[in-house]
T-cell receptor, first 110, second 113 residues
Framework: SQQGEEDPQALSIQEGENATMNCSYK?????LQWYRQNSGRGLVHLIL?????REKHSGRLRVTLDTSKKSSSLLITASRAADTASYFC??????????FGPGTRLSVLP | EAQVTQNPRYLITVTGKKLTVTCSQN?????MSWYRQDPGLGLRQIYY???????DKGDVPEGYKVSRKEKRNFPLILESPSPNQTSLYFC????????????FGPGTRLTVL
């Protein structure tokens, strides 16, 4: 299946720094979404970017999408300790079957 | 409050003993889905449903059954659980998935001994 792959697997930064994580996927998509998961809890939707969009912002989040490279990036600016979580990208190729990557574990140190 | 609920939240059972994990949403969503989450593997889709009486297999359907008799409910059934089904399970719902976000339940941690 067309699984997304996040990179890096784990990231540790200081509070106030920016965090960038990447997602690559294998086949054409309709849209790509980013989710956050606090330890052991349900996922929370962060942002959705459609295949015809290149960049999207939401508060401190900035997502880019490069369909030619089949990749996306999530940038969290001015990170806070509360941003500590796992981040997943999910791709939706045919409107039916979402595929999630294994996630990036972000630690923001105070 | 708009939400997806799952029950039970925690379950320890033994091999072969049939169990059902319930999932209910109050947002009138057409699309519902079940995932399992295992360390290092992320979330893998088990089954999904586009609407009432319409279900389809995801990436890892073996050993699971689902039904969608009502729009709000989407139970996950393990007819004969095995230890390799020990996992964290999430139910999710959304409007048509290509245009909207998925709302996740709080998760069910299942241990099969």
């Amino acid at each position: 299946s067309q699984q997304g792959e996040e990179d890096p697997q784990a990231l540790s930064i200081q509070e106030g720094e920016n965090a960038t994580m990447n997602c690559s996927y294998k086949t054409s998509i309709n849209n790509l979404q980013w989710y956050r998961q606090n330890s052991g809890r349900g996922l929370v939707h962060l942002i959705l970017i459609r295949s015809n969009e290149r960049e999207k912002h939401s508060g401190r989040l900035r997502v880019t999408l490069d369909t030619s490279k089949k990749s996306s990036s999530l940038l969290i600016t001015a990170s806070r300790a509360a941003d500590t979580a796992s981040y997943f990208c999910a791709t939706d190729a045919y409107g039916q079957n979402f595929v999630f990557g294994p996630g990036t574990r972000l630690s923001v140190l105070p | 409050e708009a939400q997806v609920t799952q029950n039970p939240r925690y379950l320890i059972t033994v091999t072969g003993k049939k169990l059902t994990v319930t999932c209910s949403q109050n947002m009138n969503h057409e699309y519902m889905s079940w995932y399992r989450q295992d360390p290092g593997l992320g979330l893998r889709q088990i089954y999904y449903s586009m609407n009432v009486e319409v279900t389809d297999k995801g990436d890892v359907p073996e050993g699971y059954k689902v039904s969608r008799k009502e729009k709000r409910n989407f139970p996950l059934i393990l007819e004969s659980p095995s230890p390799n089904q020990t996992s964290l399970y999430f139910c999710a719902s959304s409007l048509p998935p290509s245009t909207d976000t998925q709302y996740f339940g709080p998760g069910t941690r299942l241990t099969v001994l």
